[in-house]
């Protein structure tokens, strides 16, 4: 519905079969529906689409003090964990030593001490794909994601300031299916800005700071149910976000940061 205020008429695509021509580029082995298909047909319209795509300030400084929180709580996990991982490879170790010290003294058959340390290997392997594991996933995703919430809180200087090469350079970055047709712009969000085309217009147009301990053990808003509404949606929005770096740490769809002005 926010689209369309944008966009009006036949300017935004939703409906399955409508979108079907949209579902590749130039690219036609590669195809999914997109969720929605922008059409502007003025400059004005251009600068509203890119607004379309901004979180504003105080919604995007919210999420990323959010990300950093959970950064700093992540690594201090990780550290815990990788020590005690360590420790119990150091453990493994000595039960090796004492094992092999063991037969040595001939108090273990051959047998009994290959036995015995084909299980201590596999203990000790098992430690270290943990261990692997731990470091693969430690913070991969945090940057990345607040790259694009600081790229998608710049969308609304391409909006109002930037010229037109520069707001069909955000476009191109941001949606595929970029082209021009009967004086139209059409545009496709895609990657991590599909959450934001169809999350962030809210959050845009409900500008009010979030409403911290505002909702009773009922489920009540205690203060005003807007600002309410309006952290419901960012903490939506912070979920949505995470999950997707999560599962596309090295996704790259981020615009060049706004230009300097001189």
Known sequence: AALRAIVPGEGVIAGEREMRPFESDGLTAY???????????????????????????DTADWIVSEIQAEERRGQMYASTAIREVQAEMREVDGRVSRLTDAYLAKALTIEEFQDGKARLIAEKQSHKDRLASIEASRGNWFEPA?????????????ASEGTE??????????????????????????????????????????????????????????????????????????????????????????????????
């Not at 195809?31 to 300030?57: D, G, K, N, W, Y």
């Not at 607040?146 to 391409?158: D, E, L, T």
């Not at 496709?188 to 217009?201: D, S, T």
């Not at 509404?229 to 790259?252: H, Y």
């Open 31 to 57: 195809r999914q529906l997109p969720m929605v298909v922008v059409l502007p047909s003025t400059t004005q319209q251009v600068s509203e689409v890119i607004a379309s795509f901004a979180l504003p300030a």
């Open 146 to 158: 607040i790259r694009f919430v600081f790229a998608s809180k710049q969308a609304a200087k391409y």
């Open 165 to 262: 090469p520069e707001k069909r350079d955000f476009l191109q970055k941001i949606g595929s299916n970029l082209t021009i047709r009967d004086k139209r712009l059409e545009v496709e969000a895609r990657g991590a800005w599909k959450l934001v085309a169809n999350q962030g217009v809210f959050a845009h147009h409900e500008k009010t700071a979030p409403c911290s301990g505002a909702v009773s053990p009922h489920g009540e808003c205690r203060h005003d149910r807007k600002r309410c509404l309006a952290d419901t949606v960012r903490t939506g929005l912070l979920s949505l976000i995470r999950e997707f770096f999560q599962s596309n740490p090295g996704w790259e769809g981020f615009p060049a940061p706004f230009p300097a002005r001189g």
